[in-house]
């Protein structure tokens, strides 16, 4: 079976993306050995082909992506939030010009892994189209699993779990550092406008240590490397900075450098995710559909945007080491499972 990875956000800069991706593989080894895989990205390929040699990676040109989509036998969108829109059409456009692609040449189209970032994204005419025309979609949660199931025309929705879990059963991270505090802030080119009251509120936690972790590596509007250029000079001395990507490593290397903490604030997924299996007491900042699910799943309590700084020190003192979650990692195992049954009946 010769699966095309439809999604192009890999080697972007997020190691979230990367973390995904490799749990799917590694899922994949063991169920469908056999599979071979494609993928176009407008990014650096060497890094990518580097650290996933399982794949045949290629530029995101028209032509390469209308010869991928000829060449395969199913067409796959894999992981993170595909319909977003508010900020951008960049990958809503794209999607729209695979399913083209996908059209023209008779290719069904799956979705595994997927959230909703947005609910109000969701009345986009393109999204409702995208949806329609897919065979079968997993998605991360049950919440997006409902908003999907909502829409007047879409095909048979499951609720599965995020494939990153899978990698990290496989990979644990390392353990929850005692007196460690990490934060990772991101808020999609937006300021922060509860930052005064947190960074003050976890002064008063009995931390020894606080990281500023950018799970992102560019230097994005509203991202990590940003809103730590803007602190002051004190302030900056006061956290240490980790970036623990090196491209084209293998990600059982990479992990090695996660900070993983006692307490964690998250703004982002898949630093959730990681911190779940470290054994973390996790907090995420609830700025969007995506975060919210996360935080639901691993019963980690929410922070609003613009909590005060009491609200942000009761929320972390509160707050429980988490455990593994292996119930998500089987879940988002079983919804491997369940493609490669899909696609291999699909073409029969």
């Not at 019963?299 to 700084?309: G, N």
Request: net charge neutral; glycine share 6%; hydrophobic share 45%.
């Amino acid at each position: 079976m010769r699966i095309h990875l439809g999604h192009h956000f890999y080697g972007a800069g997020n190691l979230g993306d990367d973390f995904m991706l490799a749990g799917f593989l590694a899922a994949m080894q063991s169920l469908a050995p056999q599979a071979t895989y494609t993928c176009c990205v407008p990014f650096g390929l060497d890094p990518l082909r580097l650290r996933f040699p399982q794949i045949e990676w290629f530029p995101a040109e028209d032509a390469d992506r209308a010869r991928c989509v000829a060449a395969c036998d199913v067409w796959l969108g894999l992981g993170g939030a595909p319909f977003q829109s508010a900020l951008s059409r960049w990958f809503l456009d794209h999607l729209v010009g695979e399913m083209e692609l996908c059209t023209g040449e008779r290719k069904p189209m799956y979705y595994l892994g997927i959230g909703i970032q947005h609910a109000a994204e969701l009345a986009e005419a393109d999204v409702r189209h995208l949806v329609g025309r897919a065979a079968r979609i997993w998605t991360r949660d049950f919440g997006s699993a409902e908003k999907l199931r909502a829409l007047p025309s879409r095909p048979q929705i499951d609720a599965a779990a995020d494939l990153a879990h899978i990698f990290f059963h496989g990979h644990n991270p390392p353990p929850a550092q005692p007196k460690r505090l990490t934060l990772v802030a991101n808020f999609d080119y937006d300021a922060w406008p509860g930052q005064a009251d947190c960074l003050a509120a976890v002064k008063d936690l009995p931390a020894t240590e606080r990281v500023w972790l950018a799970q992102e590596g560019r230097e994005l509007p509203g991202a990590e490397r940003t809103l730590f250029a803007t602190l002051s000079a004190a302030e900056k001395a006061a956290w240490t900075f980790v970036s623990p990507e090196q491209p084209g490593v293998p990600l059982p290397a990479v992990l090695t450098g996660w900070p993983s903490a006692e307490w964690l604030v998250t703004a982002r997924y898949h630093a959730a995710v990681a911190a779940a299996w470290a054994g973390s007491k996790i907090a995420v900042i609830s700025t969007n559909e995506k975060l919210r699910s996360i935080a639901n799943d691993l019963h980690a309590p929410l922070l609003p945007l613009r909590a005060d700084a009491d609200t942000v020190l009761r929320t972390l003192s509160g707050a429980k080491p988490a455990k593994p979650p292996v119930h998500l990692a089987d879940r988002a195992r079983a919804a491997c499972a369940d493609f490669v049954r899909s696609a291999v009946a699909h073409r029969r």
